[in-house]
């Protein structure tokens, strides 16, 4: 608590207004955004410098000291404390402010405010889904401007990374256990969030948003959010489910195929068989009636069925969606037949 320089520039840091983007970062757009840019900066200037006035002095010597006719090795100096001390005593003292800037810089980011809110995160192949506590469900992200969030991670299947540049926090995703982060968003907006820990094929498609609501806006879309299934004719209802799920990142609602891209076939041909009561083939040699419960098994325990031609690469659904999520997927599966 006495170390009065550097409680100093932290404290100034706190106090000063985020910058724009530039060169090297977005807007600075959360809390820690401006503290932690400073320390880059720092460390950036110190290392400009030194380099410069490393290079200049070696270039000095080489030139001063270089063997030529008429000039031979003279006895010198093998000390010099006054220099010595010098090239300690200030790469030291820049040094423990690198450090201790760092370190108090790290500790504000792994320690969540008592009053955070949390938003759970489910990353998938390819694909990022957040639950709020009143129930909503949405594949952007959307938090309230000057209140912490804290975000407890899991994924279904790989490794993945969260990343959000404009509040300058990251975090690995680790299947089998929550990790998480937290940020307070200090400017309304519309930001990058993204998967940057490559997770197969379509890891760069692994892309959202985060939007900053005020207060109120962010409690009504949260609501809006929440129980739309009650609320809406079930296909529309199943199309939200559909684009939240991760579905759209391997499937489209036409009869047109992904395979090339490394996903599953057009869904309005499932929906077609439904339509005309007709068989689906499997690639080993099978067959079994469309309807409701080949779709419901088709996404719940997918490699119990492996359409012919395609590869086994769908993620099981299985405790990770409701009957009612569930239900109105299917209506909407089996609207896209029309
Ligand atoms: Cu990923």
Not at 125 to 137: E, K, L, P
Request: net charge negative.
């Amino acid at each position: 608590m006495s170390f009065h320089p550097l409680s100093a520039l932290l404290a100034a840091q706190a106090t000063q207004t985020p910058r724009e983007g530039n060169i090297f970062f977005p807007a600075e757009a959360s809390t820690v955004a401006r503290g932690l840019d400073d320390i880059f900066y720092f460390i950036l200037w110190v290392s400009i410098v030194s380099f410069v006035i490393v290079i200049a002095v070696a270039a000095m010597f080489v030139l001063r000291y270089r063997q030529r006719e008429g000039h031979r090795e003279e006895k010198t100096a093998t000390h010099g404390l006054g220099l010595e001390l010098t090239w300690t005593i200030i790469p030291t003292v820049l040094m423990a402010v690198m450090f201790f800037a760092g370190f108090k810089g790290f500790l504000g980011l792994r320690q969540a405010p008592q009053d955070a809110e949390t938003v759970f995160v489910e990353g998938q192949m390819w694909n990022w889904n957040f639950r709020y506590a009143n129930g909503a469900q949405s594949q952007e992200l959307v938090v309230p401007v000057g209140r912490p969030i804290k975000l407890v991670m899991s994924s279904v299947d790989v490794l993945h990374s969260l990343y959000i540049p404009a509040f300058r926090v990251k975090q690995d995703v680790v299947p089998g256990r929550y990790t998480s982060l937290w940020f307070e968003a200090i400017q309304e907006g519309t930001f990058h969030l993204f998967c940057t820990e490559y997770c197969g094929t379509k890891h760069s498609t692994m892309i959202t948003s985060v939007r900053v609501l005020p207060e109120a806006a962010y409690q009504a879309e949260i609501k809006e959010l929440a129980n739309f299934i009650d609320r809406l004719p079930p296909v529309e209802a199943g199309e939200r489910v559909f684009n939240m799920k991760g579905c759209t990142q391997c499937h489209n609602i036409t009869t047109e195929s992904r395979l090339q891209s490394g996903g599953g076939p057009g869904l309005a041909n499932v929906a077609k068989l439904i339509a005309e009561g007709g068989q689906q083939k499997f690639a080993d040699g099978s067959s079994v009636a469309a309807d409701e419960q080949y779709v419901r098994e088709s996404i719940l325990v997918p490699n119990a069925k492996i359409v012919s031609g395609y590869p086994a690469i769908m993620t099981a659904y299985q405790g990770r969606i409701s009957e009612d999520e569930l239900r109105v997927l299917i209506e909407y599966i089996k609207s896209l037949g029309n």
